[in-house]
């Protein structure tokens, strides 16, 4: 598993523009390791199980079990679910450039997310735009 900073650097890391479905399933894979992050730092398993067709949506139930502002990341999840679908359905829509940059957006939104919730406990309700990673970053 790659560290937290490595997803950071491979999400700002040129796509394969010639294979748009390779490209979704990195950024889906990234989502997951930064739950999976999520997970260690709370001494728990990741589990290989499925919601709904997808680990990445498991992981995130698993990861707001006693933590309820973790459930703020729920609908992140969620979208790039829904953009990885866009894109595996359809790689050759004429959108698809825009469709994988969202998809690359979503992804580090999660990653901000996650880390940031890492890095400052009771993060959650104000999302990456939180005051105390804003301050960090200046």
Same mark, same amino acid.
Not at 37 to 50: C, G, I, K, S, V
Not at 54 to 65: D, E, N, S, T
Not at 70 to 73: D, E, H, T
Not at 99 to 122: D, P, Q, T
């Given at each position: 598993?790659?560290?937290?900073?490595?997803?950071?650097?491979?999400?700002?890391?040129?796509?394969?523009?010639?294979?748009?479905?390779?490209?979704?399933?990195?950024?889906?894979?990234?989502?997951?390791?930064i739950?999976?992050?999520?997970?260690?730092?709370?001494?728990?398993?990741?589990?290989?199980?499925?919601?709904?067709?997808?680990?990445?949506?498991?992981?995130?139930?698993?990861?707001?079990?006693?933590?309820p502002s973790?459930?703020?990341?729920r609908?992140?999840?969620?979208? #790039?679910?829904?953009?990885?679908?866009?894109?595996?359905?359809?790689?050759?829509?004429?959108?698809?450039?825009?469709?994988?940059?969202?998809?690359?957006?979503?992804?580090?939104?999660?990653? #901000?997310?996650?880390?940031?919730?890492?890095?400052?406990?009771?993060?959650?309700?104000?999302?990456?735009?939180?005051?105390?990673?804003? #301050?960090?970053?200046?």
């Open positions: 598993m790659r560290s937290v900073a490595d997803l950071g650097k491979a999400l700002d890391a040129p796509l394969p523009e010639s294979d748009p479905a390779a490209a979704a399933t990195f950024l889906l894979h990234t989502g997951e390791e739950l999976e992050h999520w997970l260690h730092a709370h001494d728990r398993a990741p589990t290989d199980e499925q919601k709904e067709g997808f680990r990445i949506l498991a992981l995130h139930r698993q990861g707001a079990k006693g933590d973790f459930n703020a990341c609908e992140t999840a969620r979208e #790039l679910v829904y953009h990885y679908n866009l894109v595996t359905l359809d790689p050759e829509h004429e959108e698809m450039p825009q469709r994988l940059a969202m998809m690359r957006l979503v992804a580090n939104h999660l990653y #901000l997310f996650v880390s940031g919730k890492m890095e400052v406990a009771g993060l959650g309700e104000f999302c990456c735009a939180s005051k105390p990673i804003r #301050l960090n970053s200046l």
